[in-house]
């Protein structure tokens, strides 16, 4: 047996064999669009709460006047999609993780595809409808 017969040795460091494993080929989008939505969230958090310490102990005209504000309804609609957004990440890897019947994890994973989507609409109609005056 001569050198030549030994198997190939990979040039490759291992953090270049792991990556683009998998069927999806994206392992850590979910881990980085959930962060990003964290931070998001954070962010978009001190002016929604100033804004939410300004209507406390007001009147609701105040409130429709408030939320009427371009600037207002921006904010609370950025942090709708994002805590939407960041759910929908957080229990989709729940599910994933420890419902280990294909159906039902297909199930729970379009259920909450739904229930995230039904939450951020709401919300949108509720903000948009007081924002508009209506």
């Known amino acids: 047996m001569s050198g030549t017969d030994t198997p190939k040795r ?8 792991v990556r683009n494993l998998g069927a999806a080929h994206s392992g ?14 954070t962010l978009l958090m001190i002016p929604g709460l100033v804004i939410i310490m300004m209507l406390l102990g007001r009147n609701q005209v105040y409130a429709a006047q408030t939320l009427s504000s371009i600037p207002v309804a921006v904010i609370l609609l950025l ?3 994002a805590s939407a957004w960041h759910m929908k990440i957080g229990m989709q890897v729940v599910i994933e993780d420890y419902v280990h019947n ?5 199930t729970a994973v379009m259920l909450n595809n739904f229930f995230s989507i039904a939450v951020a609409l709401a919300s949108t ?10």
């Open 10 to 17: 990979s040039m490759r460091t291992p953090l270049g064999r």
């Open 102 to 106: 294909e159906k039902l994890k297909l």
């Open 79 to 81: 942090f709708i999609f």
């Open 125 to 134: 109609y509720a903000i948009l409808k007081l924002s508009s005056g209506v």
């Open 28 to 41: 850590t989008s979910d881990f980085w669009r959930q962060r990003i939505t964290g931070v998001a969230m």
